[in-house]
């Protein structure tokens, strides 16, 4: 998702089993990370960006598969 510098996104989700859950971005060959959470049912936020990039929203299931819901708003 493309946030140039400064904008803010909301988001809020919630799992069914722990999960990783991470927004990063990549330059070059290195990857940043202002937001990582470890083994969470949930989080929520708002996210501001601190340099315009495409951000990545990663969630990654840790033992077991897991439901996903919510959403991201300007």
């Not at 290195?30 to 936020?45: I, L």
């Not at 077991?64 to 300007?74: F, N, R």
């Given at each position: 998702?493309r946030?140039e510098?400064?904008?803010?996104?909301?988001y809020?989700?919630k799992?069914?089993?722990p999960?990783d859950f991470?927004?990063?971005r990549?330059?070059?060959?290195e990857?940043f990370?202002p937001?990582?959470?470890t083994a969470m049912?949930?989080?929520?936020?708002?996210f501001?960006?601190?340099?315009?990039?495409?951000?990545?929203?990663?969630?990654?299931?840790?033992?077991?598969?897991?439901?996903?819901?919510?959403?991201?708003?300007?």
């Amino acid at each position: 998702m493309r946030v140039e510098k400064g904008e803010k996104r909301r988001y809020h989700w919630k799992a069914s089993a722990p999960v990783d859950f991470n927004i990063h971005r990549h330059e070059g060959n290195e990857v940043f990370y202002p937001v990582k959470r470890t083994a969470m049912r949930g989080d929520g936020g708002t996210f501001t960006a601190d340099v315009g990039a495409d951000y990545c929203w990663m969630w990654t299931a840790r033992d077991k598969p897991a439901k996903l819901e919510g959403g991201i708003a300007k």
